[in-house]
Structure formats: structure tokens, C-alpha cells
């Protein structure tokens, strides 16, 4: 009687164990996944769901470490031992069901350092942390290069003013159809620089929401990137409704359309495209303004296509800051009302700006 009193509370005393460190786990705000001697997963707590979106009878004896965090490409727990320290923290790239992307900050345990059976995973989603570090690198990149053409415009303008004094002074001392012609030409380069020098001004100059004509914004990007344009040989196809207003941010707009812009370019140059071609499009569609974009560079390879808007995809094919796209689309959706929708055509990818007429 006595030994089975002592067995059933021995018993109570490791369910409650039990309970207690299982209602731990539950509640951890990180993903708690332990994995036998396969690097099979054999418990997945509701954080590891919700990170990696697989239910936990999915998961459990069914997936491996390298299934969810591909990087961790060993087998077995000793490979891991001998390749992984159990010590610090290591951050990593880990995928979902979706095949979505998120980093991951992850340390590991085992139940017993002398003689290990299975490992503990302490998993930490930083997707939120590390977008918002990318974000602002790319606002203080943005506003440290609207410094930097400031400098610039200051530093070149008057010497770019005493040229052109200089050219006009020359040519009213000579006849000569010659030398009045390689001024005519200094002329010219004085003035592109000029100007070049204002639309970069432009570009990074801080200005408020009004009503404004989205062709204004169109101009502005194909401006940045003429030149790489014009070095490429791409023909740049415009057709624009007249009398479209919209309200909103000029330079904001012109941004995402840079950034639309220079993907295009990008992968034109990338894939060596012959006859390479961007078409512009400006047009009232119902209750909305449409910029459409469209290229004939192949089409975008990424599927689901709308994983292009994710920040953190890995399998881009141009190296980036992988936040151009993602950044575009909230400026859009943030500042203007709208959305960005991308899809493929026979010949290309299409990107069209949706904007609504009236401000909401």
C-alpha cells in the first residue's frame, strides 16, 4: 500500500512537472522545437506555428531542421555537434509552408552534454527588427544623398556659370564658323550638366502633399536614369492621358517609379535583351489613376508573383537591398491610398500603380 501511495504521488508530482513546463513552452513568446537524433522535428510549440506555419501534426515526425532553416544542411545530431557550437546565437534565414522568407535569431540545447539524445531549438522571429534596420538604412542612405547633391549643385553651379560667361565673352571676339561651333557645343554640355545637376536637386528635395500632375513624377524618373537609358539603347515607349490630377507626394511617387524603373533596367542588362524595350502608361481607369510599366525583359520568375512585394526573398536574381519593392509598395499604399500590382505579359513584366482619383 505504502509503495503505491509513493508511486501515485511520485506520479502527481511529474504530471504537474509536466503541465507546468508544457504551459512554459506554450507560452514562450519564441519557437521551442526539439529534434531527435535525425534532426527530425518531435515537438513544435504554438510560436513555431505561427513562425512557420505549419500546424503541429504537420510538423511533428514529418519535418526536419533543414526543412524549415535550409542553412542547417547536416543530417544526423552528431554531424550538427561537430559543425554547429551549441554555444551563442546564431542568425539565419528560415522558411514557412508559404516558402516565405523571415531571418531568424536561434540558439541551441541539448538534454545532456556527456551523452545527447535530442536538441532543443530557441527560435526568435526578427523579421519586424531587422525590416525596420533595413528601412532605416535606406532613409538615412536617401536623405545622406540629398545632402551630398546639395553639396554638389553648390560646388558646380558657379563654375558652370563662369564657362558659360566664358563662352558667350569668346564668341563676341571671333567670326570664325568653327570655333563658334565648339562653343555652340560647350553650350550645350553646360547646359546638360545644368540641368542634370537640378533634376537630381529635384529628386531628393523634401516637398508636401498637393494636387499634381503624375506625368510630373513619370518625367522626373525617366530623367535619373536617362542616361543608363540611352547607354542601353532602350526605347522608352510614353503614353499619357492628358489632364490626370492626383493628390499626393510628387518626389514620393517619382521613387517608386525609379525603383520600378531601375528593376526593369537591371534585369534588361542581365538577360542581355535584344530590341530592349519600357513602356509607360498613364490613363484613368473608373474611379482610379493607372501608371502602367511594362518591360520585355522576360517576365518576373518568382511564384507566387506577388512574392516580389515580400522584403525578405533570397532568390532574387538581382542583388539588393531586398526592401525596394516591399518599400515602393508601402509608400503607395501609405501615402496615396493605392496599391502596386505586378504581372507577367507574353513579352515581359508589368507593373501598374493603382491610385485613387479622389483623396480619401
Known amino acids: 500500500m505504502l509503495a503505491n501511495k509513493k508511486i501515485i504521488n511520485n506520479t502527481k508530482l511529474i504530471t504537474t512537472q509536466k503541465n507546468f513546463?508544457?504551459?512554459?513552452?506554450?507560452s514562450s513568446t519564441?519557437?521551442?522545437i526539439t529534434l531527435d537524433r535525425n534532426l527530425k522535428i518531435k515537438s513544435f510549440n504554438k510560436m513555431a506555428e505561427e513562425i512557420f506555419k505549419y500546424k503541429r501534426?504537420?510538423?511533428?515526425?514529418?519535418?526536419?531542421?533543414?526543412?524549415?532553416?535550409p542553412s542547417f544542411k547536416v543530417s544526423s545530431l552528431e554531424e550538427f555537434l561537430k559543425s554547429y557550437s551549441l554555444k551563442g546565437v546564431k542568425e539565419v534565414m528560415g522558411i514557412d509552408k508559404s516558402k516565405s522568407h523571415s531571418p531568424l535569431r536561434v540558439s541551441f540545447g541539448v538534454d545532456n552534454l556527456n551523452n545527447p539524445s535530442f536538441i532543443i531549438?530557441?527560435?526568435?522571429?526578427?523579421?519586424?527588427?531587422?525590416?525596420?534596420?533595413?528601412?532605416l538604412q535606406q532613409q538615412a542612405k536617401f536623405a545622406a544623398l540629398g545632402e551630398m547633391i546639395a553639396i554638389i549643385a553648390h560646388q558646380w553651379r558657379q563654375p558652370l556659370a563662369q564657362l558659360n560667361f566664358s563662352n558667350i565673352f569668346i564668341k563676341s571676339l571671333t567670326s570664325n564658323k568653327e570655333i563658334i561651333g565648339e562653343l555652340k557645343n560647350s553650350e550645350e554640355i553646360i547646359g546638360f550638366m545644368s540641368e542634370t545637376i537640378s533634376n537630381f536637386e529635384n529628386f531628393y528635395k523634401k516637398?508636401?502633399?498637393?494636387?499634381?500632375?503624375?506625368?510630373?513624377?513619370?518625367?522626373?524618373?525617366?530623367?535619373?536614369?536617362?542616361?543608363?537609358?540611352?547607354?542601353?539603347?532602350?526605347?522608352?515607349?510614353?503614353?499619357?492621358?492628358?489632364?490626370?490630377?492626383?493628390?499626393?507626394n510628387l518626389n514620393a511617387l517619382s521613387q517608386v517609379i525609379l525603383s520600378i524603373l531601375q528593376n526593369a533596367i537591371d534585369i534588361i542588362k542581365l538577360r542581355d535583351i535584344k530590341n530592349p524595350s519600357i513602356k509607360i502608361e498613364l490613363k484613368k481607369v473608373g474611379k482610379e489613376v493607372?501608371?502602367?510599366?511594362?518591360?520585355?525583359?522576360k517576365g518576373i520568375k518568382e511564384n507566387p508573383i506577388e512574392n516580389i512585394f515580400k522584403p525578405f526573398i533570397s532568390n532574387k536574381e538581382i542583388e539588393s537591398t531586398g526592401v525596394g519593392l516591399y518599400m515602393s509598395l508601402m509608400v503607395i499604399k501609405e501615402r496615396?491610398?493605392?496599391?502596386?500590382?505586378?504581372?507577367?505579359?507574353?513579352?515581359?513584366?508589368?507593373?501598374?500603380?493603382?491610385?485613387?482619383?479622389?483623396?480619401?
Open 207 to 248: 516637398s508636401d502633399d498637393k494636387e499634381f500632375d503624375p506625368t510630373l513624377s513619370i518625367e522626373l524618373a525617366l530623367k535619373i536614369v536617362d542616361s543608363v537609358i540611352k547607354l542601353n539603347e532602350i526605347e522608352v515607349i510614353k503614353r499619357f492621358q492628358k489632364g490626370i490630377k492626383i493628390y499626393g
Open 290 to 297: 493607372a501608371i502602367v510599366i511594362e518591360d520585355n525583359a
Open 57 to 69: 501534426e504537420e510538423a511533428i515526425n514529418s519535418l526536419y531542421l533543414k526543412d524549415i532553416i
Open 30 to 32: 519564441n519557437a521551442i
Open 121 to 135: 531549438a530557441n527560435i526568435q522571429n526578427i523579421r519586424d527588427e531587422k525590416l525596420k534596420d533595413k528601412i
Open 21 to 26: 513546463l508544457d504551459t512554459i513552452i506554450e
Open 336 to 360: 496615396f491610398n493605392g496599391k502596386i500590382l505586378a504581372s507577367n505579359t507574353k513579352k515581359g513584366a508589368k507593373f501598374t500603380i493603382l491610385i485613387p482619383t479622389k483623396r480619401a
